[in-house]
């Protein structure tokens, strides 16, 4: 965190920095048009968010080949209780969801490149719903394999705090 100054004592700015790496696509990817990894990640999100933090930067410190990003610090960042939402409003929910991730992405790419890729069939709906009920199952395997190690006492565990 970075507490800066405005007008006077009464007027403080909060800047959170981030250390920014290499993106884990990067080993699979042509190189990136972005000269650092701060920079990229401060484009992507100039691209996917309708409106950016006026105070979004990048710098590198170039003595330890470090890369960092900032934005103003606002924590106003809330969370939907979805374990105690009816099916109705979970359903409503991920729709809203979806939708949102589906506007970011369509900022960020082309939409005619997009659209002629998704076609005119429901292919890519049943895929993503597929796809989505695959994970949710390994999720579940994932969670119960855990708990037996909790239990069976091959993984440590403080309970019940």
Same mark, same amino acid.
């Given at each position: *965190?970075? +507490? #800066? ?14 250390? $920014? %790496? ?7 990817? =042509? ?6 990894? &701060?920079?990229?990640?401060?484009? &992507?999100?100039? +691209? ?16 330890? &080949? ?6 103003? #610090?606002?924590? *106003? ?6 374990? %105690? *939402?009816?099916?109705?409003?979970? %359903? #409503? ?9 589906? #506007? ?6 082309? =939409? ?6 998704? &076609? ?13 009920? $695959?994970? $949710?199952?390994?999720? %579940? ?14 993984? =440590? $565990?403080?309970?019940?705090?």
């Amino acid at each position: *965190m970075v +507490l #800066l100054q405005g007008r006077d004592n009464h007027d403080p700015l909060f800047l959170q920095v981030k250390e $920014a %790496t290499t993106s884990v696509l990067e080993a699979h990817l =042509p190189p990136s048009r972005c000269e650092t990894p &701060g920079q990229r990640v401060v484009e &992507g999100q100039r +691209l996917m968010q309708p409106v950016s933090d006026i105070f979004l930067g990048w710098t590198s410190v170039a003595e330890n &080949g470090r890369y960092y990003y900032w934005r103003q #610090l606002r924590d *106003m960042k809330t969370s939907a209780p979805v374990e %105690t *939402m009816s099916p109705l409003r979970l %359903t #409503l929910y991920a729709r809203l969801c979806g939708w949102t991730l589906a #506007l970011a992405h369509a900022r960020s790419g082309d =939409p005619v490149a997009i659209d002629a890729y998704l &076609g005119d069939d429901d292919g890519f709906d049943h895929a993503i719903a597929a796809f989505s009920t $695959a994970y $949710a199952d390994q999720n %579940t395997r994932d969670y119960d394999t855990f708990v037996d190690a909790v239990t069976t006492g091959r993984i =440590p $565990a403080v309970q019940g705090i």
